[in-house]
């Protein structure tokens, strides 16, 4: 019984380029989390996804950052023309539903370095 | 804004004694809380939960406590091992929301 599953684990971009982070959820769980770690900070809230759905982006940067969770394959976030600043640790999580009370389960992350 | 705070950002303890790792949050409306330990390189695990109706949950060697009036939480890890040697992170959210509310973590050392 997998658990949540990203790659790729450790990922090197320049400044401009694009990064493509990937999430596959627990299977059966069909809502998916991104978090963002700076160095020596907690995990910050991205975006909330379901199925063909984003339900609440409002943690994501408004420009460069998008993320999707088609109907078939991972959740991806991507990133476009990168700068340092988007150094950093992102963390997909997921649950199986919504309820009142749900925990969510993370995965090992991906470690994003940009020169 | 930071609505939930752990101040302490490293905590070291003997093998077999109890660590205490302390978490203060500011906003009442946070129903639910969870502890969760992260090791380097890898994504935070959930260890224990608990819901603003109870005051204590108890698994094993983890027992979370909760102060509503104080806005306070601690996580209890009693005796606790050269493996517990992580940080922990605690995490509050509203029912019926979905985003976690994560503190910026302590790191507990076990020492042998």
């Known amino acids: 019984n997998a658990g949540v599953m990203q790659n790729p684990r450790h990922l090197v971009r320049r400044r401009g380029q694009e990064a493509r982070l990937r999430c596959s959820p627990v299977?059966?769980?069909?809502?998916v989390y991104w978090y963002r770690q700076l160095p020596e900070e907690g995990l910050k809230f991205m975006v909330y996804l379901q199925k063909e759905n984003i339900i609440d982006e409002s943690g994501m940067p408004k420009e460069r950052f998008s993320a999707e969770f088609p109907k078939e394959g991972p959740s991806i976030l991507r990133i476009q023309q990168v700068v340092r600043g988007d150094s950093a640790a992102y963390f997909c999580a997921s649950s199986p539903r919504i309820r009142d009370q749900e925990t969510q389960y993370f995965g090992p992350g991906t470690r994003l370095l940009v020169l | 804004d930071q609505q939930v705070k752990q101040n302490s950002p490293s905590l070291s303890v003997q093998e077999g004694r109890i660590s205490i790792l302390n978490c203060d949050y500011t906003n009442s409306m946070f129903d639910y809380f969870l502890w969760y330990k992260k090791y380097p390189a890898e994504g935070p695990t959930f260890l224990i939960s608990i819901s603003s109706i109870k005051d204590k949950n108890e698994d094993g060697r983890f027992t979370v406590f909760l102060n509503k009036s104080a806005k306070h939480l601690s996580l209890h890890i009693v005796p606790s091992q050269p493996g517990d040697s992580a940080v922990y992170f605690c995490?509050?959210?509203?029912?019926?929301?979905?985003?976690?509310?994560f503190g910026t973590g302590t790191r507990l050392k076990v020492l042998a």
């Open positions: 995490a509050a959210f509203t029912s019926g929301t979905y985003k976690y509310i």
């Open positions: 299977k059966g769980h069909s809502h």
